[in-house]
Structures are given as C-alpha cells and as structure tokens.
C-alpha cells in the first residue's frame, strides 16, 4: 500500500510572519501529502521532537527572520543526534545566496527555497528527495 | 521484530515507526500487531469528540497536563480529515499542545482519517494498540471534527467526553440520536461564553428525558469548562477517572471490552473476505457486468448474487 509523504512545516524562532508557511502547507496538502502544522515560534527542540514523534520524511523550514544560520544548523544538529538522519530537510524565506550554500554543503540542508519559488517546484523536489519511499519493518 | 521489542523497551524513535507501519495496514503491520497484541489491553482510553472549533484540542492538551502533574504517562492521538480530492491533510492539532513538549512522559501522534468516515482513521485501533503496549497508562483519542453522527470513538474508547460549546442548535438538537448519545462526560467549553447555562440546561433536560436507568448504570456528568485557561479541567479529569472505576466496580469493562473484540474481529473477517473474492474476479468479467447494469440489462443485486454465487462454487 502506498503511504502518503508526511511533512512537519514550522517555523523556527521569533518571527511572526506565517502566512508563507500556510500557503506552502497548503500545496503540499493538495499534493497529497499529510502535513502537520505546528504553528509559529518553535524552538528547535521542539521542531525535533515533533517530526520524530509524527514520523515524517520532511521537514520544511519557514525562517524570515535573518536567524537562519544560529536555528537550521541546530536543527540539523539535533536531528542527528536523535537517529533523524534521514529526515529530508528544506527550508524557505528571505536567505542570502552566500548562507543558502552554507547551509546545504556544510549543513546538510537539502534545498533553500527563496521569494518566488514556485510550490510545483517544492513538492516536486520533496517527492524526488524524500529518502524513505516506502515503510519497512 | 526488532522495531516491536525497541519500541516496547522504550524506544521513542521506534514507537514512531512501528505507529507509520501499522497505519499502512499491510502483511508487515499485521506482523508487527501479532507480536504486540499480548502487551496490550491495559491503558485507560480516553476518547474526545465534538464539532469542529468546540476546543477539543485545548481540552486535551490540558488534561494531558493535569495527568502527567500527576505521574501518569499520557499518549494523544490526533485525527484530522483526509481531503477526498488530494488524498492530502493538514495536521494542525499539535498547535494546541505546545506545552506538553519535552516532556519524555507524553507522546502526541496525528493521524489523518485516510477516507475513514465516522471520526476516526481506519487504523486508529492499532495505534493505540501501540500506544498501550508501549505502555502509556493513559490514551487520549482526539476524533476528527464530529458533527452528528460519527460515533465510531465508542468502539475504540473506554471512556468517551463529548465537548460542546454554548449557541450550538437548540434543545431540538439536544434530544436527536447520535453522538449526544455517546457521552460519557459532557464538556461544555467556551463557558465564559454567553448561552453556557442554556446549553448545560439543555444537556440536562435532554439526559433526564429519557425513560428508566441510564445506561449501564452511569448518568453522564456535565461539566463547565475554559480549556484556554484550564478552568475546571481537574474536575473534567475527575469524572473521566470515576467513569472507568464506575466500570470496574460494576464488571463492565470485560464485557465492553469482548463487544469491542467482537466487532473489531468481525470488520477484519469482512473486509479479508471482500478482498479475497474481489480478487477472485477477473477484470474483464467486472467490466462486462458493470455495462450490463449501466445499459439496464441486470440490476446490482442480481449482479452481486452472480458473482458471489460463481466465486463460492469455485471455491467447493
């Protein structure tokens, strides 16, 4: 039986500006996918905790708030440290070219979606990346 | 399995897998549930239902609060709808239990209801096999928005509370069959609400209207609650505690429990035969028989008995 992708979109931090991560949730949800939505201002931890405790194969980052490089590298940290490697992580928001590369060649951030993406090209990348295609035992 | 024999030791990551594994509902997950079903039957399940926006999710949260205040360790398991077009969800009940986080005594799981109708995913039931095997004391079944009518929570729950909020219907809608039925605690939320005592009188009249004992001896006690600020929430957890020792004192857990076993067993004897007699009839046979109803030659019933009939003689 094939299982639908599950995807945690939060948004890390103090910022309060959601409506891109509703409209990005929103997509992945006509996509077929099952996405929990956890609301704004989470810490790290609880961004963690939460997609391990849903199981999901993606985590998409909203951050427009300029703290990128202290919070998604803490994430990824984390998730590491609670057997969370193979979590597909992606992130999206106002983030410079420069940090962008940082954040996918010495963080281990999939993709960095910036204004203008548009939401095919982030389902699609989800679907082709997600790195458990199917359950196994 | 090893992922069963990690999560019964604890293991959280594993916990969360084997619940993706039996929610496919495939030959792995009836394995997986072989080995687990010896370890279940011992949590207290606690199931929340109620319209959309009536703050089930808040209630939750904060009796999950209130048991953990008290050492006992707390499951929650969310259902949200499924959407019939995309086959996607969003799970948003999560935002309102922020404050059970870190906490290694809680585990919150979403589900999406997957086409399931009545208030509940297809594997609903097993989840919460593994949450009880795993060995949370008590699981907290939160119904997707319920209207009227979706009653399947009785099924999985020892112990079922209806929220309600004040301005819903009139004293019409009070005494109609379905999910008002059900309660075994009524929640009347949003109290701080005008019309709260209007619809707990309501409530009232509605339960007294009914002619002799209440069922199983228990008359449904209803409470007055503002889950946002936790206003009356011991007392909410109160009653929900004196209903199971209301079943334990009066053995009628056992036979809930062989009622609950009965139903469940016979649904997965249907749905495994259906499956194997549709599987027994080609595609091309289905297609012709499909024309023949749509051009009026044969009626579904005659259809149905045909191909019953021809699979079963096959079969001898």
Redesign the interface.
């Known amino acids: 039986?094939e299982?639908?992708i599950?995807v945690l979109v939060a948004k890390p931090g103090l910022d309060g500006h959601d409506r891109g991560a509703k409209v990005i949730?929103?997509a992945?949800?006509?996509?077929?996918?099952?996405?929990?939505?956890?609301?704004l201002q989470q810490t790290p931890?609880?961004i963690v905790?939460?997609a391990?405790?849903?199981?999901v194969d993606c985590i998409g980052l909203s951050i427009l708030s300029g703290a990128h490089m202290t919070l998604l590298p803490k994430i990824m940290q984390l998730l590491k440290a609670?057997?969370?490697d193979d979590v597909l992580v992606v992130a999206g928001g106002i983030i410079s070219d420069e940090d962008a590369r940082s954040l996918r060649q010495e963080h281990g951030i999939a993709e960095i979606f910036g204004p203008g993406a548009s939401t095919h090209t982030i389902t699609d990348f989800i679907r082709a990346n997600i790195k458990r295609p199917a359950?196994?035992? | 399995?090893e992922?069963v024999e990690k999560a019964l030791a604890g293991n959280?990551?594993a916990l969360?897998?084997l619940?993706?594994?039996v929610?496919?509902?495939?030959a792995?997950a009836r394995?997986?549930l072989a080995a687990l079903y010896p370890h279940t039957g011992r949590a207290h399940i606690v199931g929340v239902t109620g319209a959309p926006g009536t703050g089930k999710s808040t209630l939750v949260n904060q009796l999950a609060l209130h048991w953990r205040a008290q050492g006992r360790t707390v499951a929650v398991l969310a259902v949200d709808p499924?959407?019939p077009f995309?086959?996607?969800?969003?799970?948003?009940d999560?935002?309102r239990m922020?404050a059970l986080?870190?906490d290694p005594g809680c585990?919150?799981?979403?589900m999406?209801s997957?086409g399931s109708l009545g208030g509940l995913a297809r594997s609903t039931g097993d989840a919460v096999k593994v949450l009880d095997a795993a060995g949370f004391e008590i699981v907290i079944v939160e119904t997707v928005g319920a209207g009227q009518a979706e009653v399947e929570i009785t099924r999985e729950a020892h112990t079922v509370i209806v929220v309600e909020i004040p301005g819903m219907g009139d004293d019409i809608q009070a005494i109609k069959a379905g999910i008002l039925e059900i309660a075994d605690v009524f929640v009347v939320n949003k109290a701080d609400r005008e019309g709260a005592e209007r619809t707990l009188r309501q409530l009232q009249m509605m339960l007294h209207l009914g002619a002799g004992e209440p069922r199983d001896g228990w008359d449904p006690p209803i409470v007055q609650t503002v889950a946002n600020t936790g206003k009356n929430i011991p007392e909410v957890a109160a009653a929900v505690e004196r209903h199971l020792a209301h079943l334990k004192a009066n053995d009628l857990l056992a036979p809930r429990e062989r009622q609950r076993i009965e139903r469940e067993w016979t649904m997965i004897v249907r749905e495994s035969l259906l499956n194997e007699l549709f599987a027994r009839i080609p595609a091309s046979e289905r297609d012709t028989l499909i024309a023949r109803m749509q051009a009026r030659q044969v009626d579904p019933y005659a259809a149905a008995s045909q191909v019953v009939a021809a699979v079963f003689e096959d079969s001898i």
Not at chain 1, 29 to 39: P, S
Not at chain 2, 23 to 26: F, K, L, Q, S, W
Not at chain 2, 86 to 92: D, E, F, V
């Open positions: 039986m299982r639908p599950r949730a929103r992945l949800r006509d996509a077929g996918m099952e996405v929990i939505y956890t609301g931890q609880m905790e939460a391990l405790q849903e199981d609670n057997e969370g359950v196994e035992g | 399995m992922l959280r990551r969360s897998r619940i993706t594994v929610e496919a509902g495939d792995t394995q997986a499924t959407s995309s086959g996607g969800a969003i799970l948003g999560r935002i922020q986080g870190g585990y919150i799981r979403s999406a997957r």
